[in-house]
Every structure is written in structure tokens, then in C-alpha cells.
């Protein structure tokens, strides 16, 4: 007998169902298929396995001793298929298993954490992985089914939450001892703190804009830069250099003194917070549902008349 599972497999199912019908016509029926397809794959079958399955008689069918044997593993082939088939589809329909999660180090704790909350508590079921990085991890290679992140520009499948304001922040005694700054060009002589994934060597593009709605376009060559955001942002508090944040990350820090708002009336480009994910067709419910949850979230803490609000 050929060890090809592919030529028993299908005709397995087909014998099962003529033996707990018992009729290859209402077999046939049940499976889409003629009665003489039935026939014929019984009799292949009964070729491959070297033996008789089935006694026929115009009124009735009976198992022979080996069919008999050969039914119980048929059908105990077929409930776990059917067990796989029903599993499968409760992972995809079903909020249980695994959901693994990344962010920066800023979006975690700031956004993603307080967003899942809810989430967390309602779906008990739920394994739920978060893995942290200031590197955007290759989805794919990491198996992690979405991450929260923040850029210039979402791509064309990911999916936006809202915009957030950007500021260049220096601490005061950076700008006591360094020529005024009064228009965005005096940027290109001083030292500029930038958080950037692409290592040392990275240039920096600004784009800002004034109340009259003048555009200055500017390429920096950092000083210090890190792929690290709190490590800048410690940066620039201790009076290295100029830095680029989000507005919502050193407000705190604007407020007590510790850092001080550069060219206050030029707005720079903010930033856009979104969700990416690896799955694009036929999404699990589990990773809609968290969809959902953190677009509730975002939603509620940046409304859109926000100008500021904005997604990371």
C-alpha cells in the first residue's frame, strides 16, 4: 500500500459519510457529488488499501470486517479535522489567544497601556504580548500582529489616529549662552538634539511655517542624536543642544522652566499617530477589536477639533 495520504484522505471522508448515511446516493447529495463519483471512489480506495470496505446490494450496504476497522479510524480522522477546522475558526472569530502589541517607549506607557485597559479586562481569554522598542520592528519577522506608531506620513494600509503638535524646546541656559535664535535659519548654527532611528549619520529635515504664512525648509546635521526619545529629550534639559519633540512630551517641562519653546511663532510639522498591522485581508477579530479600543481611545483624548491631537 502507497504511504500517499493525499489519494485516502478526501475518499476517507467520502466512505465515512456513506457509511453513517447508509446510502452512496445520500452521500452524494450531502457532499456535491454523483452517485457514481461516490462509486468510484469507494472502489479506489478499497484498491489502495488492498481490500473489500463495503458489501453491495441493490437494497442495502454492510461493512465487512475490515471496513469496519478502517470506519472507526476514518471517523476518528474526521472529528479532529473538524476539531481543527473549529478551533481555527474560533481563534479568528473569537477574542482568545495570543495578541502581540509594539510601541515606543514614549506611546506605551503614554497611550497604548491606558488605551488597552478596558480591553484587558473584558476579554479574559485574551494572552496579551507588548513588546517595547524605539527601532519599528519588522512586523513579519517579530510576529507581532499591529504596533501603535508615530511618523510624518502613515503609509497607504496603515490606519490614522490623530495628529500631534511638534516643538523645538531648549533648556535656558543653552539659550543664554548661544546667539539668539530670531528666524530659522539661525538653526543651522547651533546644536540640535535628534531622535532618529537611522544612526549617527542621519540628516534631519524641518519644515516651518509662521502666522503669515511664510515656509522656511531646513536640513540639519545633528550634533547628538539617539534612537532613544527620553534619552534626547534628558538632553536637552541638561543644556546640550536644541531638540525636536512632541508638544505633549515636554509640556511639562515647558511649564515648570526646565525647557524653553524655540521660535515660538513658527509652527513646526507635527507628527501623525498611527496603527500598522501585518494582517491585510481577512483580519481576526481580536486584532479588530484592539483596532477598535485604541481608535476609541485616541478619539476621546484627541478630538478632531484638537489642532494638536495627533497619532503616534
Known amino acids: 500500500m502507497k504511504n500517499q495520504a493525499m489519494d485516502y484522505l478526501p475518499r476517507m471522508v467520502i466512505f465515512s459519510r456513506v457509511v453513517e ?30 481490500t473489500t470496505l463495503l458489501h453491495r446490494t441493490t437494497r442495502k450496504l454492510s461493512l465487512t470486517e475490515a471496513g469496519q476497522g478502517f470506519y472507526a479510524h476514518c471517523a476518528r480522522i474526521v472529528a479532529l479535522a473538524n476539531e481543527a477546522r473549529d478551533a481555527t475558526e474560533s481563534l479568528h472569530k473569537e477574542l482568545v489567544g495570543e495578541l502581540r502589541i509594539a510601541s515606543s517607549s514614549f506611546m506605551a506607557p503614554e497611550y497604548l497601556v491606558p488605551a488597552l485597559d478596558h480591553f484587558i479586562r473584558s476579554h479574559p481569554q485574551l494572552r496579551i504580548s507588548i513588546h517595547v522598542s524605539d527601532h ?32 523645538l524646546c531648549a533648556s535656558p541656559d ?35 511655517t509662521n502666522r503669515a504664512g511664510q515656509c522656511a525648509q531646513l536640513r540639519l546635521g545633528p550634533r547628538i542624536t ?19 519633540f512632541l508638544r505633549s512630551k515636554v509640556q511639562d517641562d515647558l511649564k515648570s522652566g526646565r525647557l524653553v519653546e524655540v521660535l515660538p511663532d513658527w509652527s513646526l510639522e507635527g507628527y501623525c499617530a498611527f496603527i500598522t498591522t501585518r494582517h491585510r485581508d481577512a483580519v481576526p477579530a481580536k486584532i479588530l477589536a484592539c483596532i477598535a479600543q485604541i481608535q476609541d481611545y485616541f478619539a476621546r483624548r484627541h478630538p478632531p477639533e484638537d489642532e494638536e491631537t495627533a497619532a503616534r
Open 21 to 50: 448515511l447508509g446510502a452512496f446516493s445520500k452521500a452524494a447529495r450531502e457532499l456535491g457529488l454523483t452517485s457514481s463519483s461516490v462509486s468510484q471512489h469507494i472502489s479506489a480506495l478499497e484498491a489502495i488499501l488492498g
Open 136 to 167: 519599528n520592528v519588522d512586523l513579519m519577522d517579530h510576529s507581532v500582529d499591529l504596533a501603535l506608531r508615530v511618523g510624518k506620513t502613515p503609509g497607504p494600509g496603515d490606519i490614522p489616529l490623530a495628529r500631534m503638535g511638534a516643538v
Open 174 to 208: 543653552y539659550l543664554q549662552a548661544r546667539a539668539a535664535i530670531r528666524r530659522p535659519e539661525d538653526l543651522l548654527q547651533h546644536q540640535m538634539l535628534f531622535f532618529t532611528p537611522h544612526g549617527p549619520d542621519a540628516v534631519v529635515d524641518l519644515t516651518l
Open 226 to 244: 539617539a534612537n532613544h526619545a527620553r534619552s534626547i529629550r534628558q538632553l536637552a534639559v541638561q543644556g546640550h543642544g536644541i531638540g525636536r
